[in-house]
């Protein structure tokens, strides 16, 4: 039986939608999520008066019009996989967007709640840092592309690469609570991508209570939805992961909490017991 939390993509619409996850369909407040696949020429268009928008150019090159301004040529990486930022452009609540791809394109259209006081503008590849995080088989490549240190209304975006044979999202961590100066409560979506393509991946979305316990497996272009609880996610030997993360909620900040039971794997290592001989 399919999770409830997995969303499959399905054939290209005429907007080129391919995947979808609003908040009534997911059965939330925040985090809206759309991909669309375009070919060469074809118009993406849209636009919400309460909700802000990240685009991001996964893969392929595009111009984007939004508030009167207009962003040619963004992008441009081949696959997700490429060591290279992507395109963004950040859109406020209300005001509406096309985008015209160059060629083939796999666009994310990550939306929600916004005030509409913002600006639009294209996000400067050079402000979306990088950081390794993990070690050993717990290394993953993180991108920033929509951090809470850069404006916004209640989006946060961020991209990672895990290589074939390593975990990310781990120790399993949780954010759903507001518990100030320990936890932030943000709605998640994971937007997963595989190289090769005919891989998978693993992820575990569970509470403390384990009322919610889903382990689910992952093929190439398909999106977990993680309400709540702990969610860790693992890439099996020979098959390099990609996800694309957008988290939203009543604070826009990403405070997290490790599951205790886990916790032990990110602390120092005792100091050795000196040696009395």
């Not at 503008?121 to 592309?145: C, F, K, L, W, Y």
């Not at 946060?156 to 759903?176: A, F, R």
Request: a negative charge; glycine letters at 10%; one cysteine or more.
């Amino acid at each position: 039986m399919t999770s409830p939390l997995l969303v499959r993509p399905h054939a290209p619409d005429d907007s080129g939608t391919v995947l979808e996850v609003t908040p009534a369909s997911a059965g939330w407040k925040h985090v809206g999520f759309r991909v669309a696949r375009l070919i060469d020429g074809q118009v993406h268009a849209g636009g919400d008066a309460a909700r802000e928008t990240c685009l991001v150019l996964v893969a392929g090159s595009a111009d984007i019009t939004a508030g009167g301004q207009s962003f040619e040529g963004i992008g441009g990486r081949a696959t997700p996989f490429e060591d290279r930022a992507p395109g963004a452009v950040y859109v406020p609540a209300g005001v509406p967007y096309a985008v015209v791809a160059r060629g083939d394109v796999e666009l994310a259209v990550c939306t929600a709640p916004g005030r509409g006081d913002g600006q639009v503008r294209q996000i400067d590849p050079a402000r979306m840092s990088r950081e390794v995080r993990g070690s050993g088989t717990n290394t993953r490549h993180v991108r920033n592309i929509l951090p809470q240190t850069e404006a916004a209304d209640s989006l946060l975006v961020v991209e990672v690469i895990t290589p074939g044979g390593h975990w990310s999202s781990y120790p399993p961590h949780k954010h759903d609570t507001a518990t100030p100066g320990e936890e932030t409560a943000l709605e998640e979506t994971y937007y997963h991508r595989l190289q090769p393509s005919q891989g998978f991946a693993i992820q575990r979305v569970y509470t403390d209570d384990r009322s919610l316990d889903e382990t689910v497996s992952v093929a190439d272009g398909d999106v977990v939805m993680v309400p709540r609880g702990y969610h860790p996610v693992g890439a099996p030997h020979g098959y390099d992961l990609y996800y694309l993360n957008v988290m939203a909620g009543p604070q826009r900040r990403w405070v997290f909490r490790n599951d205790p039971a886990h916790e032990w794997i990110v602390q120092p290592a005792p100091a050795p017991a000196p040696d009395k001989r």
